[in-house]
């Protein structure tokens, strides 16, 4: 209608690229969307976007609200800020893509030492969430059972069954305790706050907890 709306969410490329979010780049995401791209899609529509929220959902997501370009909805300044943050970003310059590959690969790298070590140490290590993002960073870094032996998951359609590729099995939460791991490797690096609490509440507090994006980090 005239001065309808559209609402419409989805990840923010910014977020992507600012914190090495590469994972999540698999067969259902087929694009990865700025505010400036979304801005030029909708003005060959003629329509334009009038307002944008900023959201933490899947690492960081945008809300965008469009009408039709001669609609009375003013544009409010967050659209600029965010148009603004994005060209402060480097989204528009082509060394900003170029540079991504090495990160990517960084954090491979990384994610491959930290396994290698704790193997040789004797060690266990074992994953949790068989999440899309976590298996596209797996088989990325040709991660095998002999490095991570389990991954668990409290989706009853994923237990007892193998992680595509890697061949990883996947097994209930209730039998991590038996697993008695050093290391817990969240997977949906999105939700690791919840992951952790979780976890501590049943019983895993002497455990430690890893996530790989951005980088490497083992939580405190």
Not at 95 to 111: P, V, W
Request: aromatic fraction near 8%; charged fraction near 20%.
């Amino acid at each position: 209608s005239p001065e309808g709306t559209i609402t419409l969410e989805f990840p923010h490329l910014q977020e992507l690229m600012a914190n090495n979010q590469f994972d999540t780049v698999y067969h259902e995401h087929y694009s990865y969307l700025s505010l400036d791209a979304v801005s030029r899609i909708f003005q060959a529509a003629g329509l334009r976007v009038y307002d944008v929220d900023q959201i933490p959902t899947h690492g960081g997501s945008l809300r965008i609200y469009g009408c039709l370009a001669a609609a009375a909805h003013k544009t409010t300044e967050n659209v600029m800020r965010v148009l603004q943050g994005e060209q402060d970003a480097g989204l528009q310059n082509l060394d900003t893509y170029l540079q991504f590959q090495s990160r990517a690969d960084k954090a491979k790298h990384d994610l491959l030492a930290f396994l290698v070590e704790n193997k040789k140490a004797g060690r266990r290590v074992v994953a949790y969430g068989a999440a899309a993002k976590g298996n596209t960073l797996l088989n990325y870094a040709g991660v095998r059972p002999d490095l991570l032996e389990a991954v668990y998951d409290a989706a009853p359609s994923k237990q007892n069954k193998f992680l595509p590729g890697s061949h990883i099995p996947i097994f209930p939460p209730d039998q991590l305790g038996k697993a008695a791991p050093d290391f817990i490797l969240i997977l949906p690096w999105n939700i690791a706050p919840e992951v952790t609490q979780q976890l501590r509440a049943a019983g895993h507090a002497d455990a430690r907890f890893v996530v790989a994006i951005p980088q490497l980090t083992v939580l405190e």
